[in-house]
């Protein structure tokens, strides 16, 4: 085989390269007075991505573990909940606390440090994804979405993907609580989210979610993750499309 017919016989082989992304997971509450500086933070990030070379995903969970002090956060689910117990598990923490942002699944700070954040993202943004994610949504009936995500590249096994639903920007009076008398802003608010083991090593795969909203009111987010071994909750891959 000639030289250059090898060179595209190894091009052909990998997959394509993807501009950097950098996942931000905010869990925070309308109960918690320390977290509207959080939420923010995290629509400053969402808005303002630190370089040219990528993307910011950003995903708020409102936990259900202040609702009991005062203001039941609408918003707030356990499964939101779960999964902050899940990364603490993975980082060793003893608790929780809001606000805690997470950056590509590993690094965790106050999501109230814009600097740590914007170090954080910056680092994110310069790794090329390990794997390419696409994702489409065919249609919207019956009280859910189906989306079509397309895997480009080398899965790892013991991976999950993410489906999240989002609402992008909300407005919220609060009455009660920690935070009486004030209106918050909340940026890519998750109201559904739906994890499942990946099988299928790559190429196109189908999945329904549940929203029984119009279109137009929200987005989709993708997320491809490690779900075990010494880099557990590693983000590999990133989509998002408006429904």
Do not use: K
């Not at 060793?92 to 805690?100: I, R």
């Amino acid at each position: 085989m000639a030289a250059g017919s090898m060179t595209q016989a190894r091009a052909d082989s990998t997959h394509r390269t993807y501009p950097g992304v950098a996942v931000v997971e905010l869990f925070t509450s309308e109960g918690c007075s320390s977290c509207p500086p959080a939420d923010a933070t995290l629509e400053r990030l969402a808005r303002d991505t630190p370089n040219g070379s990528g993307r910011v995903v950003a995903l708020s969970f409102h936990v259900d573990y202040w609702d009991g002090l005062g203001w039941p956060d609408r918003f707030a689910s356990p499964d939101f909940t779960a999964r902050q117990h899940t990364y603490a598990r993975v980082f060793g923490d003893s608790g929780l606390y809001t606000p805690e942002m997470v950056v590509g699944g590993v690094d965790h700070f106050v999501g109230s440090d814009g600097a740590r954040a914007e170090a954080s993202i910056a680092r994110a943004l310069a790794r090329p994804p390990e794997l390419g994610l696409s994702l489409r949504l065919s249609r919207v009936a019956h009280g859910s979405v189906v989306a079509h995500y397309d895997i480009d590249g080398p899965l790892p096994g013991g991976c999950l993907i993410l489906l999240a639903v989002v609402e992008p920007s909300v407005s919220v009076v609060v009455n009660a609580g920690e935070n009486a008398g004030r209106t918050l802003r909340h940026t890519n608010v998750v109201r559904s989210l739906t994890v499942s083991p990946l099988r299928t090593p790559s190429g196109e795969q189908v999945a329904t979610i549940p929203w029984d909203a119009a279109p137009g009111e929200a987005e989709v987010v993708a997320v491809v993750q490690r779900a075990d071994g010494p880099r557990a909750m590693a983000v590999l891959g990133a989509a998002q499309s408006a429904i």
